[in-house]
């Protein structure tokens, strides 16, 4: 079993136990839910950068990255330094992240947030919009074709972006739809965790104009950015990378004006 199926397995037990705790209706009267989002997709469109910094503590691959880092200041700092967006780790489990994460970040920037969390269930989207998300993350490589339908669908009358994260050909020729705004390339192998950017390379050409090209995993210098722009990616997912500091926003402002 690899970490994705564990993950999916634990989340599914996970969010049993939050539906019978929080109903929807509770969700749907929370102030945030009638908040107008903000679109990533257009935000990275516009940019010459296109940095989407992630707030992350921990992960299955690298363990603690950071537990000293507030979402607060990581937020602000992330502002600050000009990202295009925010991505925030809510599972618990294997990232120690969490749903007032979000609600954190929300409350001290103005960037599209993304809540990058394993969506199995549509619940999960609706969770998201009462906790001040923008953007949703759908990962092909735990959804059928059926399940992107529809929860992208959903995504979309609740006014979020979707990004969907691909890890090859088969997800990415399953996954092509209307509803999508971002498709992005995960670099790393899930099996063995090893990071190529050959990956985002590959599948750039497959990938249909409409939707904005986001790379994700394993972009720790200007270089990688580099060599991947002339493949039409308007977007670039850094985590570690700047989390693995003292000061998440000082070093992301840094790696903008150097990218710059």
């Known amino acids: 079993m690899n970490i994705l199926d564990k993950i999916t397995k634990d989340k599914r037990i996970e969010v049993h136990l939050r539906k019978n705790l929080i109903p929807i209706k509770q969700l749907e009267q929370s102030v945030l839910f009638e908040k107008e989002t903000i679109s990533l997709a257009k935000k990275l469109k516009e940019s010459d950068t296109g940095i989407i910094a992630e707030h992350k503590r921990r992960s299955p691959s690298k363990q603690v990255i950071n537990h000293d880092l507030n979402v607060f200041d990581v937020a602000k700092g992330y502002e600050d330094a000009g990202v295009c967006g925010m991505s925030i780790l809510t599972d618990g489990k294997y990232?120690?992240?969490s749903l007032d994460?979000?609600?954190?970040?929300?409350?001290?920037?103005?960037?599209?947030?993304?809540?990058?969390?394993f969506i199995i269930d549509e619940y999960q989207i609706i969770e998201a919009k009462a906790h001040g998300a923008d953007v949703i993350l759908l990962i092909a490589a735990i959804l059928t074709r059926a399940e992107i339908k529809q929860f992208s669908e959903l995504a979309k009358k609740l006014q979020l972006d979707v990004l969907l994260e691909v890890h090859n050909e088969e997800e990415l020729k399953k996954s092509i739809m209307p509803s999508l705004d971002m498709l992005?390339?995960?670099?790393?192998?899930?099996?063995?965790?090893?990071?190529?950017?050959?990956?985002?390379?590959?599948?750039?050409?497959?990938?249909?104009?409409?939707?904005?090209?986001?790379?994700?995993?394993?972009?720790?210098?200007?270089?990688?950015?580099?060599?991947?722009?002339?493949?039409?990616?308007?977007?670039?997912?850094?985590?570690?990378?700047?989390?693995?500091?003292?000061?998440?926003?000082?070093?992301?402002?840094?790696f903008i004006k150097e990218l710059k």
Do not use: H, W
């Open 184 to 254: 992005g390339v995960n670099n790393r192998n899930l099996k063995t965790f090893e990071v190529s950017l050959e990956i985002s390379k590959q599948l750039s050409e497959l990938i249909p104009n409409d939707f904005v090209k986001v790379s994700e995993s394993g972009i720790s210098s200007i270089d990688a950015i580099k060599k991947l722009q002339p493949y039409g990616y308007k977007g670039f997912l850094i985590g570690e990378n700047f989390m693995k500091t003292d000061d998440a926003g000082k070093s992301a402002k840094q």
């Open 95 to 97: 990232f120690g992240g």
């Open 101 to 117: 994460d979000l609600l954190t970040a929300r409350a001290s920037c103005n960037l599209p947030l993304l809540r990058k969390e």
